[in-house]
């Protein structure tokens, strides 16, 4: 008898809320009143729903609106995807097998086959690639440095993929870097070099492990508690520690990690960290993957996004990203109320891949110039059109247009309650505009158009109240 999909996803929530392991979580009612606070704030979507202190903590990163990802473990050696080559490595080569991680009992942990999770290399291979890791020409201070030069505020670094790889010296398992001809913590490198610079640091950690035999339904509070212990591990070491990046697929729930014990045992050691929404309950921001949030002004959330559409180094035959997409890629983050969190994924040697590190300098050349109207700012009240986008800080309002309509003007709707008072590109040319109770447009010589964003700074001023509730083109 086949049972319906929704009545196994039913079936399988319930056995791990009756789970004795996870119900035990929930027995403890002595929690402080900041334990509740931190764990209320978590399960808020809404920016104005939650405390004050919630809100507070997360003022630098909304701030920052541009971030540095790094995705790397030994699967670079051989160009093959993060973790996803271990999950999919019993293909033949030829035929679409289906290949359940059989781990977790009845969660699926297949996704269905998608052609870049194909595997580079055979099993035998991936398994014994961690005695072939030796990225000889990693330095941490020029990967900070190049995050720096780009404009980037802060780094998330994968500490634990899905394989289990560990790329920090932890007592708690031997699969991990120290157990390579490396020998080098690099995730500790990395977090002491960005503390060097002043640069907040993140850890990216999978609560999924296809490595660990604890990682069963029957064995979770023991995998629990080792996950417990090496966040904590992490955390003590690392003061600079400011962002804890999760990353469970939709669907598991909260309960099924002991979130309670979980979030209390984080709060404790870092009162101030920011969790994204990947543990079960939407966290302090929501992430997008691989494409551009939506426009969501009253939500704190992150795209992020890969050079090259893989998340782990592909080789040179792989295609980088022109530098006008990054700008965009940006520009609509900002645009959205959102940031990006941009995605490098070093080579082998330890290096950034070079055209990356082209064109996050030209990114960060682009941003000495704009970067007014990207940090610090808010999404602006005109929504994303075809145009572009608006951003917002102040009395300023900063109009990023992306593509200009047939012919030489653009024509924006009115913004609720304000009037212009002035229009110049960021460069100071004068922008010719006209306004009135239908809206604004503006008019500017082609010779005066940047070629990917030309940006528009309208100084905003009190004006008539407009009926509309958002400013839409």
């Known amino acids: 008898m086949n049972t319906p999909p929704i009545l196994r996803t039913a079936a399988l929530i319930l056995a791990l809320l009756l789970h004795p392991a996870l119900r035990a979580q929930g027995a403890g009612t002595n929690d402080s009143a900041e334990d509740e606070r931190f764990l209320a704030d978590a399960t808020k979507v809404k920016r104005a729903e939650k405390s004050p202190e919630g809100r507070n903590r997360m003022d630098w990163w909304r701030d920052a609106r541009f971030g540095m990802f790094i995705h790397w473990d030994p699967s670079s050696v051989v160009c093959g995807e993060i973790s996803w080559s271990k999950q999919f490595y019993d293909d033949d080569g030829e035929h679409e097998l289906k290949n359940p991680r059989p781990a977790m009992g009845r969660i699926p942990e297949h996704h269905e086959w998608l052609a870049w999770f194909r595997p580079a290399v055979p099993r035998e291979v991936y398994d014994n690639l961690p005695k072939s890791f030796y990225p000889g020409m990693f330095d941490a201070d020029k990967i900070v440095a190049t995050a720096k030069k780009a404009g980037m505020q802060y780094i998330v670094m994968v500490t634990k993929h899905h394989n289990g790889f560990c790329m920090w010296d932890t007592k708690f398992t031997d699969h991990n870097v120290m157990n390579t001809p490396f020998h080098r913590d690099i995730v500790g490198e990395m977090a002491e070099a960005s503390a060097r610079a002043g640069m907040p640091f993140g850890i990216y950690y999978s609560q999924r492990d296809w490595h660990h035999p604890d990682y069963t339904l029957e064995r979770i509070g023991k995998y ?116 990006l969190l941009f995605n490098i994924d070093p080579m082998p040697t330890g290096q950034i891949d070079p055209r990356e590190v082209d064109r996050l300098e030209k990114t960060g050349d682009w941003l000495k110039i704009n970067g007014v109207s990207i940090y610090g700012t808010t999404a602006g009240p005109i929504r994303p059109g075809d145009y572009g986008v608006t951003t917002a800080k102040g009395n300023n309002l900063y109009v990023h247009i992306l593509k200009w309509p047939k012919g030489d003007t653009l024509s924006l709707p009115a913004i609720p309650g304000k009037t212009v008072a002035s229009a110049k590109t960021l460069s100071g040319a004068a922008v010719v505009f006209e306004r009135n109770e239908k809206g604004i447009t503006l008019k500017l010589d082609p010779s005066k158009r940047q070629e990917v964003d030309t940006i528009v700074n309208l100084e905003l001023s009190p004006g008539p109240a407009s009926s509309h509730d958002m400013a839409t083109p």
């Open 224 to 339: 629990n508690e080792y996950m417990r212990n090496q966040i904590r591990e992490l955390m003590e070491k690392h003061p600079n520690i400011r962002i804890v990046w999760f990353d469970s697929r939709p669907g598991y729930p909260f309960e099924l990690w002991e979130g309670k014990k979980l979030f209390k045992m984080i709060r404790s050691l870092r009162p101030d960290v920011i969790i994204n929404d990947r543990c079960g309950i939407p966290g302090d921001f929501r992430t997008v993957e691989q494409k551009i949030g939506a426009y969501e002004a009253d939500t704190d959330w992150e795209s992020c996004m890969t050079f090259t559409g893989f998340w782990s180094w592909h080789g040179f035959q792989t295609k980088v990203v022109p530098f006008a997409d990054c700008i965009r890629m940006l520009v609509s983050c900002a645009g959205g109320g959102g940031n």
